[in-house]
């Protein structure tokens, strides 16, 4: 239904809540694959991965690194105040979002996990959502030493120090996400290799995933929502193993939706994909042209969200309506530390 209007509703889909994974898998490489290339769904684990793709394709994951973002502290009144680092700036200072029982004023100060001082700086941000504060310390340090684990919040629990190595990819090397890019999760070092000897490249790019990504949509016309802007780069290694896949016949397989989402916005201007680093506030849904990746892998995401609605127009709305469906009735699970799935681009 090429001509086809589609609303909020139409990402909608009943999920019971048991299916939400509230552990990772006992290894990373035990999730299950839901492979949705073929005319019928196929229940494979991510371990098939090596014999499902082609000698000469290209893997290509998000090397983001996801910082210790949750903050508890306190206001000099004594009330609570909970902390989320969305960016880290010069200077010391930092973008976050503030939760409080009353908004501080500039110029207030915060202390965070009884260890340091913040000072209010002001509010930030398009909307106003988000607060700068100046920090008394390298902003990275401080987190790592006193932060938590920012889980998602369909995680119902508090973070472990097993979700410190869990809740990041063994690819990780750049610090400044605040969600994990979950495909990614997927991969240990065994599987990793078993894809090499198979011929498989890989490569990186990064794209700090900001906390926007749970940010609901609350228009049911979708051409009034706005998404968060998220800082990516290309790196010319990824352009040039991109252009070499090509060359060989091979297929660019996107390892996540925030892979897929710096690729192709990276490509939007004519001329093909280009090095370099930029903001992103792409928003995808069905009808988009994609210009880079022919597979993706990816989890399972939230009904309404705006990830459901980036796979839909990537691997097809009626396809994708179809593999959740299926998901669902065979247990998968779900969200960050759930089960994934295989998606080919739809036809044009």
Same mark, same amino acid.
């Given at each position: 239904m090429p001509d086809r /209007?589609? +609303?909020?509703?139409d990402f909608d889909y009943a999920l019971p809540p048991e299916l939400i994974a509230q552990q990772p898998p006992p290894e990373r490489s035990s999730a299950r694959l839901l492979d949705g290339t073929g005319a019928a769904p196929v229940d494979r684990g991510i371990g098939d991965l090596p014999a499902l793709l082609r000698a000469g394709d290209l893997l290509v994951f998000n090397d983001t690194r996801v910082l210790k973002a949750r903050l508890h502290g306190r206001k000099a009144s004594g009330g609570a105040v909970e902390a989320l680092v969305e960016r880290v700036l010069p200077g010391h200072e930092v973008l976050a979002h503030l939760r409080a029982s009353k908004s501080p004023r500039a110029g207030s100060r915060l202390r965070f996990a009884d260890a340091f001082d913040a000072e209010v700086l002001g509010r930030a941000g398009p909307d106003g959502?988000?607060? /700068?504060? +100046?920090l008394?310390?390298?902003?990275?340090?401080?987190?790592?030493r006193h932060g938590h684990v920012p889980l998602p919040p369909y995680i119902a629990r508090a973070d472990?120090?097993?979700d410190e190595a869990r809740y990041q990819s063994v690819l990780a090397q750049r610090p400044g996400a605040v969600a994990a890019p979950t495909a990614s999760l997927h991969f240990d070092a065994a599987l990793l290799q078993a894809l090499q000897a198979a011929g498989i490249e890989r490569c990186t790019l990064t794209l700090h995933v900001g906390a926007g990504t749970f940010q609901p949509v609350r228009s049911e016309d979708l051409g009034d929502h706005r998404m968060h802007a998220e800082w990516f780069e290309i790196p010319p290694a990824a352009v040039a193993a991109v252009q070499a896949a090509r060359a060989r016949g091979g297929r660019v397989v996107a390892?996540?939706?925030?892979?897929? +989402?710096?690729l192709e916005s990276a490509a939007q201007a004519e001329g093909g994909l280009c090095a370099g680093a930029a903001e992103t506030t792409l928003f995808v849904t069905p009808g988009f042209r994609f210009r880079v990746a022919d597979l993706l892998v990816t989890n399972f995401h939230l009904p309404r969200s705006t990830l459901l609605m980036l796979v839909s127009a990537f691997a097809g709305y009626e396809r994708?309506?179809?593999?959740?469906?299926?998901?669902?009735?065979?247990?998968?699970?779900?969200?960050?530390?759930?089960?994934?799935?295989?998606?080919?681009r739809a036809a044009p």
């Open positions: /209007r589609y +609303r909020l509703a959502a988000l607060f /700068r504060l +100046r008394g310390d390298e902003p990275h340090a401080l987190l790592d472990t120090p097993g390892v996540g939706t925030t892979v897929l +989402r710096a994708v309506r179809a593999l959740y469906a299926h998901a669902v009735q065979a247990r998968y699970r779900f969200f960050s530390y759930g089960d994934a799935m295989l998606l080919a």
